[in-house]
């Protein structure tokens, strides 16, 4: 056995806070669905806390580290990237953060992990691997990759009393649509919510898989509308999330050892410019664009012209992105910053052995953007050439970030 605590800290925001996760949507929330959290799952000397917001930036996610009870190199700091929170990063994503939610933000994460080491007690930990719910598509090209591994952790006390449960599935939290106004951790809620009323008194611990081209089939620009959909309601994401859990709940049990260990590497994320014409010339064609475009695409051409005007013509640094790599009983966790693609999860996937349950997570300790992998730049798209102006950066990551992310992975999990 080996000692493991969970614990759950609302965050939910009150309405009229701004909502991040759409240029189009520009009118703050209006209520809420389900309540947002940071949830934590502590197992030894290691944790990982996940928060229903869009992400959280290394700044803040290395204060959450210092600040807990564990050592810092022991825990993850990662988002669900729910599109249906609140902002959550300054100076990413088009809106201005609340400070004080800001702070409260990071206090309910410090929270959530101290109050589940606090909670720690002899458990047995099995781990297993559902079927394909099939649910994920890769939105960039049909019938793409995808990540469709769900691995799921059971976590037993010794009472026979089940502590958490821990799932990870790489389909992107954005159900619900530009039109939605209320507070939610989108489909993830009713996965936990179906978890939650199997195992009673568990915390369900969903983490977000490496999720950058994969959603439930549509493309990244049919967000830019606010109108409704048929295919995007919480109908449909309660749906879609009890698939993925019953899915989960079928899998099988093989119990892990009780030795755990932590490695952490660094990575340097260089940048390149996709961008051809000069920031000016862009700047005074999307504010001409934008006079005659719709409500929704005018909302998204005006961002892009302030991006030109004031972030576009920054020279950046390489980020300098943390990578994790968690052993619990061999079962890995492999932590990665951003939004990452099938095609770099399934390398790792190759590395570790495809039947081996592992969780490949992106939003962890960081989400800076998108980070495709360098057979993607071909093709463009959203993903390439558009949406670091979304998150505030001046250049897209280049080509060849996304390997080293794998390789640093793989070399952590691997080494002897």
């Given amino acids: 056995m080996i000692l493991a605590g969970a614990a759950i800290v609302d965050i939910t925001p009150t309405p009229g806070l701004p909502m991040s996760g759409f240029a189009a949507r520009t009118l703050p929330a209006e209520g809420t669905h389900d309540d947002l959290t940071a949830r934590a799952v502590v197992i030894g000397e290691t944790a990982i806390v996940v928060a229903d917001v869009i992400g959280i930036d290394a700044t803040m996610s290395a204060r959450i580290r210092n600040r807990c009870m564990l050592p810092a190199e022991n825990v ?20 201005t953060a609340d400070p004080a939610y800001l702070e409260r933000l990071e206090d309910a994460c410090v929270a959530a992990i101290d109050k589940a080491v606090c909670a720690r007690r002899p458990a047995m930990i099995t781990v297993g691997q559902g079927a394909d719910p099939e649910v994920a598509r890769n939105r960039r090209h049909p019938g793409g990759p995808v990540d469709t591994c769900l691995p799921i952790l059971r976590i037993c006390g010794e009472d026979d009393v ?113 961008e051809t014409e000069a920031a000016a ?26 991006w030109a005007k004031t972030i576009a013509p920054v020279m950046p640094e390489p980020i300098a992105a943390r990578v994790t790599v968690l ?59 558009e949406a670091h102006r979304y998150y505030g950066l001046p250049m897209s990551f280049a080509p060849g970030a996304a390997e080293a992310l794998a390789e640093c992975a793989i070399a952590l999990a691997t080494r002897g």
């Fill in 162 to 274: 089940m502590i958490a449960v821990v799932i990870a599935y790489a389909c992107h939290p954005v159900v619900l649509g530009a039109d939605n106004r209320h507070w939610t951790a989108d489909y993830p809620h009713f996965v936990r919510q179906c978890l939650e009323e199997v195992y009673p008194g568990a915390v369900a611990l969903f983490m977000t898989g490496c999720v950058g081209d994969a959603n439930t089939g549509h493309s990244a620009h049919a967000s830019i509308t606010l109108s409704a959909s048929q295919d995007r309601t919480f109908d449909m994401a309660g749906r879609i999330g009890r698939k993925i859990a019953e899915a989960a709940l079928r899998a099988g049990e093989q119990p892990v050892s009780d030795l755990v260990s932590v490695r952490n590497g660094t990575v340097a994320l260089g940048f390149e410019r996709r």
């Fill in 327 to 385: 052993d619990w009983g061999g079962a890995p966790v492999v932590a990665l910053p951003g939004e990452i693609f099938a095609e770099t999860a399934l390398s790792i996937r190759a590395a570790l052995g495809r039947d081996r349950p592992a969780f490949v997570i992106g939003f962890a300790d960081d989400n800076p953007g998108y980070i495709p992998p360098a057979s993607e730049f071909r093709f463009g798209g959203y993903e390439i050439d």
């Fill in 76 to 95: 993850v700091v990662a988002a669900l990237h729910t599109h249906g929170g609140p902002v959550s990063m300054a100076g990413r994503l088009s809106l």
């Fill in 281 to 306: 010339v862009l700047e005074r064609r999307w504010r001409t664009e934008a006079l005659m475009a719709e409500p929704a695409h005018r909302a998204l051409l005006c961002y892009w012209a302030d």
